[in-house]
């Protein structure tokens, strides 16, 4: 029953799989676009000189300068949705095309397509020749998954501007599955690419179609081509292996393995995106070797270290993972905390506290600060200075779940130097201000039992089933309170056993109705238990049980036998040894 420290675990999600996303579409060109963000909304954007004579006349009142000033101070905040419904009703009022043009805009950087839909009706009223309105009514068209219906538009758009050839048919690839009806866009995108046989963004789009349609002779053949007019294109295959990778992860390997071999001059982007799909697929070893193959490419490259430094980690090759991974704070791997927290862990992983405190104290506040933090309270801790470690966690925690956590921790530190005192005070102080928490009541209860106060235990207990009734683990550790500390056997058994049928194969459980049993003179059964327990948990607490039932059924030698190999793990434990003296001395 006694609770771990807090490790947190090496993240094996080295990085964001691929860049490419299935549901989000890039601008069709750099002069009207749905922003990626609100910041790039506000950005200025290059327009051909204005027509000043079609603008309406409208006085610049000190209203409408705020209003517009209002607009963009928002979008400037990352606002978006606030600066449309801004612009849009200041449009309503002006009738001004800019004014319906940054609406627009920014009511799609805010993803509000109503918004954005009124906003661009406004601004086609205002002028209906406007090109850049087109080109805008086609992202939205797109996004809404009404290709087919938009054909005429899209036909429209490029005979107007033959240039936007490439990005239009790179939008119309990445937004192809939000289509609902795949055929018939399959059977559009045939249509509308016919007349670029050269250009590589028609190729991707027809290849996204026949994907959608599941044409699988269609999508070999444009790939080939892809692979022949554009090799260092890296977009459709990096949008295909994620595909793949949402559908059936060793799928999207395979496939990029194969894409790889075929472009040696691939973008870093695309080859480091293999090793990570491995990660996912929790194929550790090869990834780490996909990694090492390119460190010998690109040797000071710092993302390659991080994911390199961390599978070694991860597979136990702790000097390997120490130098990468500082050769990957070296090389200015942007998360300098994260990798400072990491060779903290590898120092402690190989013994080497000092180094390992050293570490810690570099990390400075943020995402790594707190966990570093207790780290170094742990190594003070077990070095022997519990009090210095108990006073630094003291100041740590910026909100209550933290606080209540590390007070945990604490209580866990003290038990661990059998302070058991220390860890009564903490959590009694922690008590006052949480007296309904659960974890806290149930640590409590088992620092009472170490402090031989089976009463105050048992009140902790009954405190933590008033609020969860059912909760098996507090089931289980009244009941062992009981059996181990009380006569009321029969009291302890229906309590293990409420415990038992939640969760049957959980070892101290097992542990616990086999010793009551025992106490309840029914040893053949209670072996039984322990015998299962024992096999599921080679613990010695359990070994001390199971041995003291061996022993008064007769079987001494195997109780010594059993003993003896539990000591194999640790030559000191209170319970076993107690256990081994009280009965070898009779």
Not at 175 to 196: C, E, I, S, V
Not at 343 to 366: C, M, R
């Amino acid at each position: 029953m006694v609770m771990k420290s807090i490790k947190r675990p090496v993240s094996l999600l080295l990085l964001a799989l691929l860049t490419a996303c299935a549901s989000s579409g890039a601008p069709i060109s750099g002069s009207a676009h749905a922003p990626a963000s609100a910041a790039d909304a506000s950005a200025p954007v290059a327009r051909p000189p204005v027509d000043t004579a079609r603008l309406p006349k409208v006085e610049l009142t000190p209203d409408l300068l705020f209003g517009v000033l209002a607009s963009e101070i928002a979008a400037q905040r990352g606002q978006a949705g606030s600066a449309a419904l801004t612009d849009l009703a200041l449009a309503r009022q002006t009738r001004d095309p800019r004014l319906a043009e940054r609406a627009t805009q920014f009511a799609l950087a805010a993803g509000n397509g109503q918004a954005a839909q009124d906003a661009l009706s406004l601004w086609l009223q205002i002028e209906p020749e406007s090109f850049p309105a087109r080109e805008e009514q086609l992202v939205i068209a797109l996004r809404e998954g009404r290709l087919v219906d938009s054909q005429p538009l899209i036909q429209s758009v490029l005979a107007g501007k033959p240039d936007l050839a490439p990005d239009l048919f790179e939008q119309i690839a990445r937004l192809m599955p939000l289509q609902p009806d795949k055929p018939a866009a399959y059977r559009a995108t045939r249509t509308l690419t016919a007349g670029y046989p050269d250009l590589p963004q028609a190729h991707f789009a027809l290849y996204s179609a026949a994907a959608e349609a599941g044409d699988l002779a269609a999508m070999n053949i444009e790939l080939d081509r892809l692979a022949q007019l554009a090799p260092q294109w890296d977009l459709p295959v990096a949008w295909q292996a994620e595909r793949l990778r949402k559908q059936n992860p060793d799928d999207a390997i395979v496939f990029l393995k194969k894409e790889l071999d075929r472009r040696p001059n691939a973008g870093l982007e695309l080859k480091m995106a293999y090793p990570r799909l491995l990660v996912g697929a929790k194929r550790f070893v090869e990834a780490r070797q996909a990694f090492e193959t390119l460190l010998a490419q690109y040797p000071q490259q710092p993302d390659l270290l991080y994911g390199g430094g961390l599978l070694a980690f991860q597979l136990n090759d702790l000097d390997v993972a120490r130098a990468e991974l500082t050769a990957a704070l070296n090389a200015g791997y942007p998360d300098a905390d994260f990798l400072r927290y990491s060779l903290g862990q590898i120092a402690e992983n190989q013994h080497d506290s000092e180094t390992a405190q050293k570490w810690y104290q570099q990390v400075a506040p943020g995402a790594q600060y707190l966990p570093s933090q207790v780290r170094l309270a742990s190594i003070e801790s077990q070095n022997g200075h519990l009090d210095a470690a108990l006073a630094r966690m003291a100041k740590l925690g910026s909100n209550d779940e933290e606080r209540l956590q590390l007070v945990l921790i604490q209580s866990e530190m003290a038990r661990e130097a059998k302070r058991y005192d220390r860890a009564n005070s903490v959590l009694i102080q922690a008590l006052k201000k949480f007296p309904h928490d659960p974890q806290l009541l149930y640590e409590h209860a088992l620092i009472l039992d170490q402090l031989n106060q089976p009463a105050g235990a048992e009140h902790e207990l009954r405190q933590l089933l008033k609020l969860r009734p059912n909760d098996g683990q507090a089931l289980n550790a009244l009941g062992y309170v009981l059996a181990s500390r009380t006569t009321r056997y029969q009291e302890a058994y229906e309590l293990i056993g409420k415990a038992l049928k939640q969760s049957p194969d959980n070892p101290m459980i097992l542990d616990s109705m086999g010793w009551v049993l025992y106490k309840l003179g029914r040893q053949p059964e209670a072996l039984q238990y322990l015998q299962k327990a024992y096999a599921a948990l080679p613990d010695q607490e359990i070994a001390a049980h199971y041995g003291e039932v061996l022993w008064k059924m007769g079987r001494q030698s195997d109780a010594r036998a059993l003993w003896d190999k539990a000591l194999q793990t640790t030559a000191d434990h209170p319970q076993l040894d107690e256990t081994m003296h009280r009965l070898l001395a009779q």
